[in-house]
Structure formats: C-alpha cells, structure tokens
C-alpha cells in the first residue's frame, strides 16, 4: 500500500499534497487548531485487483505520476465493515472522455445494475465539483463500493482523479462518532481534514475549534440552546421584577401611619 505522509510544518509553513492551494495565516499553532488531521492517501494504480480496508476513510488518487496511464483496466473495491456503508465524493476529476472513464459500482462487483449514475469522465477543479449526485456523492446499498477506471491507448493530458471515502452508519452515532446533518455517522478523526466524507459538508463546517468529535454541535442544536437561554432570562427577569415590586409594597405599606377611628356621637358628659 503506497501512502503519503500527513502534511508537516516546516519553517512556518504546512508542507504536504493536501493543502495545496490552502490559504493559512501566519500563525503555525492556530492553523494547526484548525486542522487537525488528515485522511490517509492511496492510489488506485497501486490498489488493482484488490480489496481496500475501510476503517474510517481516506482519499485515492489515480495515480501519483502527473498523467495517468494508457490501456489501464483497474478494478479497486472498497470495503467497510459489515453493518456500515461506503460513500464516495469526487474532489476532482480531469479524464479524457476518448475512451477514459471512472465507473462507480454500489456493491461488490462491476455488474451493470450496480452502476451509480453512468461512467464519468471531463474536467473538474476541486473548487468546482460537478460529478456528483443529488444526495451529495456516491453512496453504496451493502458494506462494499467498486471502482473501475479504463484508460484507452491513446496519449493523454489527463491527471486522472481524486476521491474521499468514508465508512457511514446510520443515527443514532457512537461517542467515537461525528453526526453529520444529514444524520449519518463518520469516524470523529475525519472531521476538518479539508475533505467532504459527509456529503453535506457538515464535517468540515465548524473547524475552528480543534479535534471534532461526537459531541460536536449542529447549527440547529445551538440556535435551540441559543434561544433557551434567551428565555430563561427573560422568566428570571420578570421573576426579580415581581419579587421587587412585592418588597416595595410592604415598605410603603410600613410607612402608612396608624388608622385612627373618628365618632360622629355628640358627647354628653357623665351620665348622672
């Protein structure tokens, strides 16, 4: 398995091939805050014909040279544990439509029926992805998803592609889980690694803070928080008010001289 190391900070900079084009501040500890780790890197070239490990996720690339190969056939299977699902999205995507294509199968096999979509091929920059789906990427019906990429003989000025995967479950998630908005459960470690194992994006939304986790709160939890809090002010409010309103009436009640009872009766003097 040929892999790329994480991107490192060398004299002030973050040096590696997943921040190309990055923009960081100046300051080293705070980007590093901001992102926190970062998916291992595999290439399909090296992986055809087998079967690749899903634990949490990661990104391939097509190939590590500058252009891909011609008369390439290479089928790569991702594989998650059972119970959990794979999803897909492509970054970026630059393949001759000359007889080169990227396939997506949503099982175990490259059986038509199992083909997503329809074979992909064209121009996409990472900041422009249109190959995708409505539901935000490619996503399996079992525990496995299958890639296949032809190349036909003719020379080519294609870079080939680059795609995140994730092993998902379904809500309800585990601790060591992030839920994304669209209540699907990734690893917590790919959460603001610059990639999108979502496919909503809600995993890299909220990527100031340090390590994501679990835990990790939606837009929508802490406008409810937000606005809980808002009311329990206002009840304490109006609670102080009343009390204070009440306290000012006994005192003005203690300062109220004594009632002094007046008789109309004429007096008469001593009864003799």
Known sequence: CESVSAPVWVEGRL???????LLLGSNPAQNASMIHSFSPLDYMTAQCGKVLPVSGG???ESQPEPRYPTRLDCQLTLSAESGKYVHVTVQALSIDCDGD????YRGGSVALFE???SPICGTSPPSQNTFTTEEGGYFSSTNKMTLHFVTGSSSTSGSGFKLSYAAYGRAPCSSSEFRCGNSRCISAD???????HCGDNSDETSCTSGHGSGTSLSTGTIVGISVGVLLAIIVLSAGVAYFMCLKRDDRTQGRKSPTVAYSTRKYRGPQV
Do not use: K
């Open 15 to 21: 040096v590696g091939p997943d921040v190309d084009g």
């Open 58 to 60: 990661g990104v391939l």
């Open 101 to 104: 294509s990227l396939s997506i």
């Open 115 to 117: 083909l997503l979509g």
């Open 190 to 196: 790919l959460t603001c690694d610059l990639h999108d």
